[in-house]
């Protein structure tokens, strides 16, 4: 029996990056810049307002105030998006809009709230300094600067400037695509209604929805009966599409536990035991002619999830070559005591909340690895050590945050 970090380091150990791939710029968001990004234009790219109001030059104004306003003819507007018609000589205004280019002759921006807002002619009363509200060419960014370095990860932010910069495409470490799919003969989809002794599949939603919280391309194939056959076929015709796959159920000591049966013959796939609770079978090794990685996650829905957070979400923010790799863990209090086996790490399923600036946990539920309504009700697992068996209430315990919702 391997323990959950001897699993974790031997599946990471077998995992990298992704290969750089050339994206459109909303496919790169979330991803890790693989490339230097370098602008090959200033930014801003012409002087231009900061401001709606009349460009002016200062020495014409120089001697306005409220008592003694300055008043000048408006020789025309410019609006954002139009060209550089006029020029400002002696004594002259142009109405001008935020965002519009700087007419020649013109070395600062009279802000319209300093004005009378005039058409034909404008009264001011304040004196500008030169230069007041020009956004000054490549005041944000100088031609041929590098913006972004490789290795960043792409925000909403970032995702913008590359846009302001008029970048459409980005090299980075792509989303890997993951295949999910579950196995069991006595599996329907959702919108069949489930015949005696069949169930609603619900792994491959859980678990589809989780890659994609993981950052992943997720592709849910859904159910494939427990026959090797059909298994294989399956897994061949997904292979094209996958980065990584991953199966639920079939790999503990049932008679029908196809999915153990077929992958032992064939590829690299380990069966081994963690010591967890839930999730302690667990299968990872690789798959077909590009050695695609696979999990063979055990069946039942909490095991499967449990050992999705643990091991495949790593796995998948290691393709994508993010950090942080891992859930935050957090101390906290211990609301209700906690009974669990000896000899492995529980995952205990529990609601988090901050009371009075420290975090309490409450588990919720039982220990039962079929209890989806109250794996859905907890935001966060206590992780408890694999050395004891009892912790009581009041307790200072490691906690898993889910970041789910919280309320
Ligand atoms: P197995 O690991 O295939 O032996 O399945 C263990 C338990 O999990 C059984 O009660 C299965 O019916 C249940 N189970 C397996 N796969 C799924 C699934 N995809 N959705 C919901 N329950 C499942
Ligand atoms: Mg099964």
């Known amino acids: 029996m391997r323990t959950v970090d001897e699993h974790l380091t031997a599946v990471l150990g077998t995992l990298g990056p992704l290969p750089p791939l050339d994206v459109n710029l909303l496919d790169a968001h979330g991803c890790v810049l693989a490339e230097d990004v370098v602008a090959t234009r200033p930014l801003p790219s012409f002087d231009n307002s900061q401001m709606d109001g009349y460009a002016v030059r200062s020495v014409d104004v120089a001697s306005a105030t409220p008592q003694t306003p300055v008043v000048l003819p408006v020789i025309g507007d410019i609006a954002a998006g139009s060209g550089g018609v006029y020029s400002v000589n002696n004594g002259l205004s142009v109405r001008i809009m935020t965002g519009a280019p700087i007419p020649a002759g013109a070395d600062c921006v009279i802000p319209v709230e300093w004005t009378d807002g005039g058409v034909a002619r404008v009264r001011i009363d304040r004196a500008p300094s030169p230069g007041l509200f020009i956004r000054r060419t490549g005041e944000d960014v100088s031609a041929n600067e590098t913006v972004l370095t490789k290795g960043t990860a792409l925000g909403a932010t970032q995702i913008g400037l590359l846009a302001a910069i008029g970048r459409a495409r980005v090299m980075v470490r792509p989303r890997p695509r993951v295949v999910i799919f579950s196995t069991g003969n006595e599996l329907v989809d959702v919108g069949v209604e489930p015949g005696p002794a069949q169930i609603s599949e619900s792994n491959s939603y859980a678990l589809t929805a989780a890659a994609r919280e993981a950052g992943a391309i997720a592709y849910r194939v859904g159910i494939v009966p427990d026959d090797p056959t059909k298994l294989m076929a399956m897994i061949e015709d997904q292979l094209v599409r996958a980065d990584l796959v991953v199966t639920t159920g079939g790999v503990s000591a049932g008679a029908y536990d196809t999915v153990k049966a077929v992958l032992s013959r064939l590829g690299t796939v380990e069966f081994l035991k ?133 309320s």
């Open 274 to 406: 963690v010591a967890m609770q839930p999730g302690m079978p667990q299968g990872f090794g690789t798959v077909g002619p590009d050695s695609t990685p696979i999990f063979t996650l055990p069946g039942n829905p909490v095991s499967a999830y449990v050992s999705f957070e643990v091991f495949v979400r790593p796995a998948i923010r290691r393709m994508l070559g993010v950090l942080p790799l891992y859930r935050p863990l957090v101390r906290a209090t211990l609301a209700g005591p906690i009974s669990k086996p000896a000899g492995k790490r529980s995952y205990v399923r529990a609601r988090i909340e901050v009371t009075e600036g420290v975090y309490v946990v409450t588990p919720v539920g039982g220990m039962g690895s079929h209890l989806v309504a109250d794996l859905a009700m907890a935001n966060a697992f206590v992780v408890a050590p694999d050395t004891v068996t009892e912790i009581p209430a009041g307790s200072t315990v490691s906690v898993m945050m889910l970041e789910r919702r919280q």
